[in-house]
Nanobody, 121 residues
């Protein structure tokens, strides 16, 4: 299983970006999928999460501005980020957790390489 994040870049405050996380070989079977970010000098924090049961959660700082979604036909998870602020700057990581094929009671974490988002004028 591999996750590949892309779509980061430099954007002005108030702008938008859409991050993508391509999941190989398939996005199916994950119990949860999330976007995390790590700002300079800070710990990694969850930004948005999506469970197989359809429950979506957002960090308080991004509620109303970010939207997490998946396209199961393309095996891609997205993070649409609007009204970006300088404090949204950081490295964004996609993450997924799925049960082991041979033991559904045990979950394994998968991380993609981060993509840099910089919000600055």
């Amino acid at each position: 299983v591999q996750l590949q994040a892309s779509g980061g870049g430099l954007v002005q405050p108030g702008g938008s970006l859409r991050l993508s996380c391509a999941v190989f070989p398939s996005i199916s079977g994950f119990n949860t999928m999330d976007w995390y970010r790590q700002a300079p000098g800070k710990q990694r924090e969850v930004v948005a999460s999506f469970s197989s049961g359809g429950v979506v959660n957002y960090g308080d700082s991004v509620k109303g501005r970010f939207t997490i979604s998946t396209d199961n036909t393309k095996n891609i998870m997205y993070l649409q980020m609007n009204s970006l602020k300088p404090e949204d700057t950081g490295i964004y990581y996609c993450h997924g957790r799925k049960p082991l094929p041979w033991d559904a009671r045990v979950e394994r974490d998968y991380w993609g390489r981060g993509t840099q988002v910089t919000v600055s004028s």
